[in-house]
């Protein structure tokens, strides 16, 4: 797909990395599945990086109206799983 990952400028290069990582890993889960614990460790690291609850839905919020992934749903479902599922969302 052929879209920007949404960033905040004032973050550092490994915290945009890091991002990215989370944003791929809510990709994965729609396109191929992913083990939900590698998810939220991901989630788990995005949220370090973006703590306030208004700025993740902002972001998140921008993120699913480019790519149609939602991240909210995709972290609501990884967390009504069990350690070793593997989540995969449904468009």
């Known amino acids: 797909m052929e879209y920007q990952y ?3 400028h004032d973050w550092s290069t490994e ?3 890091d991002v990215i990582k989370y944003f791929e890993s809510v990709e994965m889960a729609y396109e191929k599945g992913i083990e939900r614990d590698q998810f939220l460790n991901a989630y788990r690291r995005f949220k370090e990086i ?3 609850k208004a700025q993740e839905k902002n972001i998140c919020d921008e ?4 790519s149609g992934y939602s991240s ?3 972290v609501r479902l990884a967390k009504e ?5 593997k989540i995969r969302m449904k468009k």
């Not at 993120?63 to 480019?66: A, C, I, L, N």
């Open 63 to 66: 993120f699913e109206e480019q």
């Open 50 to 52: 973006v703590p306030g």
């Open 72 to 74: 909210y749903r995709t």
């Open 15 to 17: 915290e945009i990395v």
């Open 6 to 8: 949404p960033i905040d």
């Open 81 to 85: 799983r069990s350690a070793g599922d």
